[in-house]
């Protein structure tokens, strides 16, 4: 999961859960945003028991501000604590104070375990992805808090049947095309990625 209070370069904000000698019988929290490390390629099954989710639920964000200024700070790892898709946007489906309006839904590199793509989402003008704004079922995905004491809760009138959405787990390989201008003395290269 993601730590934001902890300073320093954006990935040492992760932290392993459940921390160590933990076992798998560990409680995740709902609400909490979870990676999952699939180290070298191997296949991860995801077995969930318990009570199913229902009402409006909190999700856990904070706002610390780093006394260099980084630019990770406010960033919140949450997940849809839903056994289905969810809907993101304002209206009365979401309660939200001092968190912005675009939400970031990683994609995962296969070999590296982190994020090498992010989805946005802009519920005010539907601009982005995942389309509609729907986040799948079990999809962790991130919120900036943009200032001190922010909230974050989701009701029940978010969830959505229009559609079960994405769930992102693995990036697309990008095709990329690089174009140099080349004077003999001077080189401009420019850099176009294309991404599904």
Same mark, same amino acid.
Not at 78 to 100: A, E, M, R
């Given at each position: 999961?993601?730590?934001?209070?902890?300073?320093?370069?954006?990935?040492?904000?992760?932290?392993?859960?459940?921390?160590?000698?933990?076992?798998?019988?560990?409680?995740?929290?709902?609400?909490?945003?979870?990676?999952?490390?699939?180290?070298?390629?191997?296949?991860?099954?995801?077995?969930?028991t318990? !009570?199913?989710?229902?009402?409006?639920?909190?999700?856990?964000?904070?706002?610390?501000?780093?006394?260099?200024?980084?630019?990770?700070?406010?960033?919140?790892?949450?997940?849809?604590?839903?056994?289905?898709?969810?809907?993101?946007?304002?209206?009365s489906?979401?309660?939200?104070?001092?968190?912005?309006?675009?939400?970031?839904?990683?994609d995962?590199?296969?070999? !590296?375990?982190?994020?090498?793509?992010?989805?946005?989402?802009?519920?005010?003008?539907?601009?982005?992805?995942?389309?509609?704004?729907?986040?799948?079922?079990?999809?962790?995905?991130?919120?900036?808090?943009?200032?001190?004491?922010?909230?974050?809760?989701v009701?029940?009138?978010?969830? !959505?049947?229009?559609?079960?959405?994405?769930?992102?787990?693995?990036?697309?390989?990008?095709?990329?095309?690089?174009?140099?201008?080349?004077?003999?003395?001077?080189?401009?290269k420019?850099?176009?990625?294309?991404?599904?």
């Amino acid at each position: 999961y993601y730590d934001e209070p902890v300073t320093g370069t954006f990935e040492k904000g992760y932290k392993p859960y459940p921390a160590p000698p933990g076992n798998n019988t560990a409680v995740l929290e709902a609400g909490r945003g979870y990676l999952a490390w699939m180290y070298q390629n191997v296949n991860l099954t995801w077995d969930m028991t318990g !009570t199913v989710n229902q009402g409006t639920i909190s999700l856990p964000v904070t706002y610390n501000t780093s006394s260099a200024g980084v630019n990770h700070d406010g960033w919140n790892l949450v997940g849809n604590p839903y056994p289905s898709s969810i809907k993101w946007g304002g209206g009365s489906d979401w309660i939200s104070t001092n968190i912005d309006i675009v939400i970031s839904v990683p994609d995962l590199s296969i070999t !590296t375990g982190y994020p090498n793509y992010y989805h946005n989402y802009n519920w005010v003008d539907g601009s982005g992805n995942p389309a509609a704004g729907i986040i799948a079922m079990g999809q962790a995905f991130w919120v900036k808090a943009n200032a001190p004491t922010p909230i974050l809760s989701v009701r029940e009138t978010a969830k !959505t049947g229009s559609g079960s959405g994405n769930f992102y787990r693995v990036s697309s390989p990008s095709e990329q095309l690089v174009i140099a201008i080349n004077n003999g003395k001077y080189e401009d290269k420019s850099y176009l990625k294309l991404n599904p």
